[in-house]
């Protein structure tokens, strides 16, 4: 069964900082993006960022400029460091595996980590 692991879920104040991780077994193959999104109570899960095996990132509106999502290659390894955090940000915050293989198609997710974000 293949697992994600995600850590760094936390509550902070306005304005904090929190950093993300979500690590995934290396036999995943045929990745075209990587990311995160998140869902807060009595909402739609929605995309946070994505990032692609070659680096290419995509974010939200709401977080531009605030979140930065990197990856590390040797690792298998995503982060989402997440700046000027406000309270709109309190959500469980999920990892995405998307892969795409001979046209199908499947998505692996974490468990899910909780980011509370207190005014």
């Known amino acids: 069964q293949v697992r994600l692991v995600e850590s760094g879920g936390g509550q902070v104040q306005t304005g904090g900082s929190l950093n993300l991780s979500c690590n995934f077994p290396?036999?995943?193959?045929?990745?075209?993006?990587m990311g995160w999104y998140r869902q807060a109570p009595g909402k739609q899960r929605e995309l946070v960022a994505t990032?692609?095996?070659?680096?290419?990132?995509k974010y939200a509106e709401s977080v531009r400029g605030r979140f930065t999502i990197s990856r590390d290659s040797g690792e298998n390894t995503i982060h989402l460091q997440m700046d000027s955090l406000e309270p709109s940000d309190t959500a469980v915050y999920y990892c995405?595996?998307?892969?795409?293989?001979?046209?199908?198609?499947?998505?692996?997710w974490g468990q899910g980590t909780q980011v509370t974000v207190s005014s």
């Open positions: 995405n595996v998307y892969i795409t293989y001979v046209g199908d198609e499947h998505d692996y």
């Open positions: 290396s036999s995943i193959l045929h990745i075209k993006s």
């Open positions: 990032i692609t095996p070659w680096g290419s990132a």
